[in-house]
């Protein structure tokens, strides 16, 4: 994730929606993720996605607590 903005592609795909909706866990365990700074910014960038806010609005998604 270095380089890329997106885990497989350069836009949003699958691959992104997953792993993003499993890893939302982390913050309910609170997970420490500052060792991991590529994948922290891609997280925070992934929850605060459009595509992702519009998925849990029309109850697709659950990321809210």
């Known amino acids: 994730l270095k380089d890329k903005k997106f885990l497989v ?3 949003f795909t699958l691959a992104d929606l997953h792993l993003s909706s499993y890893m939302h ?5 609170h997970t ?16 605060q996605s459009n595509t ?6 029309k109850k697709l998604l659950v990321l809210s607590h």
């Open 52 to 57: 992702l806010t519009a998925l849990e609005k």
């Open 25 to 29: 866990i982390h913050s309910t365990l």
């Open 32 to 47: 420490e993720l500052s060792n991991y700074h590529f994948f922290k910014r891609w997280y925070l960038t992934m929850m």
């Open 9 to 11: 592609a350069e836009k």
